[in-house]
């Protein structure tokens, strides 16, 4: 057989090289981290090794692709409306600008356009660690009317974080009194805690809160609090170097459940 193509992909999680036919049709997988080959028909598994031959390192085991596991079969069939992965970065305060009627010109822009600006320059930022092995899911909707920012569940553990919007201004976080420009404080420390807490319940496992002060002109921390991840956006991809919490399959099996709106509806 000739014209076989060998394309990098990733999908699930997961470093792949897909072998397809002519026609555009995948006839077998080569997945990186397990060393396995998948093959989807018996009959092409010669063609499909001669063309991933190149790329083949240690041990290699080849067969049928695995059964999808229980968290696998969940996600497959969990429905269009239950699933948040979708959401765009900000996607509740997008929804809300959406719906603003019409109204008189007003002379201050409302402020929630910047809210929306930094969580989707955030959202972008974290988007890209994909490549790393994170798994990202904007705006998850919580009872009450709030609304986990950002939950990113990676090898580094999970992360609920809040965005804080700060173009061009000094921030000053006293725990847990976090003050913006000339603004007075809110107690934003303590809102991440209380996120990272429901999430924790949510998912059963150990989530950790974090702030994430987009676009500061100076950020001052006195003290760092123990408990909550301070960071700047332009520090999201050094996440990507966090590792020794969370193996693929634990990632997959918390993504898929995250991902379940109902999953959040009793926290």
């Known amino acids: 057989m000739t014209g076989l ?48 031959a190149p790329f083949l390192a240690g041990d290699v085991t080849v067969g049928p692709p695995p059964v999808p596991t229980a968290d696998e079969l969940a996600r497959l069939s969990l429905h269009p409306d239950d699933d948040l992965a979708p959401n765009r970065p900000g996607e509740a305060l997008q929804v809300a600008l959406d719906h603003l009627t019409a109204a008189p010109l007003r002379l201050r822009r409302d402020p929630r356009r910047a809210e929306l600006a930094a969580q989707q320059l955030l959202g972008g930022a974290l988007d890209q660690l994909e490549g790393a092995g994170w798994r990202i899911l904007h705006s998850v909707p919580l009872p009450g009317a709030d609304r986990i920012d950002h ?106 459940t995250a991902r379940d709106r109902r999953t959040w509806l009793d926290v």
Request: charge should be positive; avoid cysteine; aromatic fraction near 4%.
């Open 151 to 256: 939950l990113a569940i990676g090898p580094g553990g999970v992360l609920a974080i809040r965005t804080l919007h700060a173009r061009r201004m000094r921030v000053r976080i006293a725990d847990p009194m976090v003050r913006v420009g000339r603004g007075a404080p809110t107690p934003e420390l303590r809102l991440a805690r209380r996120r990272g807490e429901r999430a924790t319940l949510a998912l059963t496992a150990a989530v950790r809160p974090a702030l994430a002060v987009v676009e500061a002109a100076r950020l001052d921390v006195m003290p760092t609090p123990p408990d909550v991840r301070i960071l700047r956006e332009d520090e999201v991809p050094a996440l990507a170097r966090l590792g020794g919490e969370l193996k693929p399959a634990d990632i997959e099996a918390l993504y898929a």
């Open 5 to 52: 193509r060998v394309t990098p992909g990733y999908r699930q999680g997961r470093d792949r090289l897909y072998v397809s036919l002519p026609d555009g049709r995948n006839i077998a997988w080569y997945d990186r981290e397990s060393g396995r080959v998948s093959l989807v028909h018996e009959r092409h598994r010669a063609e499909a090794l001669t063309a991933l």
